[in-house]
């Protein structure tokens, strides 16, 4: 016997909606397996929607661990952050093109990297490090593994030397800037 592959649907009882600032799918049956059908749906699912879509690997936010296959639109830019204490995180790429950067705790870019699935593909972010994903294709697939549990904003510190977030001259000046590094 084979156990299927996930299918991303709204009416799909392996899944369960979830509530947040990005569009979520919970998986709810163990092993959860991922194949290029499902990215498929997930890449499909987000056009349709217009906007960004997470499949969660584990049943809810409050498991200690987070595996979650992300499709991020390049028009969304998520702000240079980090996590608390003992969380470092894990980027593979899967479709598209991303870059990653690492900053020290002043702002000065450490590592700046562009990933693919040819070339590097791969990145682990150290615990507490500052660091921001850019997806510099239409939409990039990547899976993110990290600590759980999730505890909302707090889970998230946005780094205070960044342009105000009011700013959008300032942001895309800022966005440029970082592109230049790569």
């Known amino acids: 016997m084979r156990i299927s592959a996930l299918r991303i649907s709204d009416d799909n009882p392996e899944l369960s909606a979830g509530t947040g600032k990005t569009r979520a799918f919970f998986s709810q049956t163990y092993p959860a397996i991922v ?5 498929n749906e997930l890449v499909e699912y987000a056009a349709n929607i217009g906007g960004d879509l997470r499949l969660c690997l584990h049943k809810d936010p ?5 595996d979650m296959i992300i499709v991020q639109r390049s028009d969304r830019f998520v702000f240079p952050h980090r996590h608390p204490v003992g969380m470092g995180e894990t980027w593979n790429i899967l ?7 690492v900053f020290d705790d002043s702002g000065a870019v450490i590592d700046a990297r562009r990933l693919t699935p040819d070339t590097e593909f791969l990145y682990r972010a150290g615990d507490s490090q500052f660091h921001l994903l850019m997806t510099l294709s239409p939409f990039a697939v990547y899976h993110e593994s990290k600590p759980g549990p ?16 009011n700013n959008a001259a300032a942001i895309a000046d800022y966005r440029n800037s970082l592109l230049s590094l790569i």
């Open 95 to 101: 479709r598209g093109e991303m870059a990653v950067f």
């Open 35 to 39: 194949s290029v059908a499902t990215i």
């Open 150 to 165: 999730f505890e909302g904003p707090s889970d998230n510190m946005v780094a205070p030397w960044m342009p105000d977030v």
């Open 62 to 66: 409050s498991f200690r661990h987070h």
